[in-house]
């Protein structure tokens, strides 16, 4: 079994791109918390087509670009 990764490879003030490693078919959850140790919420849901998946997340309050992302398989 190899280690899931995940990148952030490009921020603006409105979004980020973020690539994972993923299974073909599956769907994953990507969710937002303003501070380590806060809510969740979910943001984007995206059903993978092959071993790696690159999606603009917009950021929940684009005044305020900041917080932590994370993926989750459903």
């Known amino acids: 079994v190899q280690p899931f990764t995940t990148d952030v490879v490009a921020m603006s003030r409105s979004s ?4 994972f490693d ?15 140790g806060g809510e969740w919420s979910p943001v984007k849901t995206v059903t ?17 670009p900041t917080g932590f992302f994370r993926v989750r398989m459903k």
């Open 16 to 19: 980020a791109t973020v690539i």
């Open 22 to 36: 993923s299974l073909p078919d599956h769907i994953y959850e990507i969710q937002w918390a303003a501070a380590l």
């Open 48 to 64: 993978a087509t092959n071993s790696s998946v690159e999606v603009a997340v917009d950021y929940p309050d684009a005044d305020k």
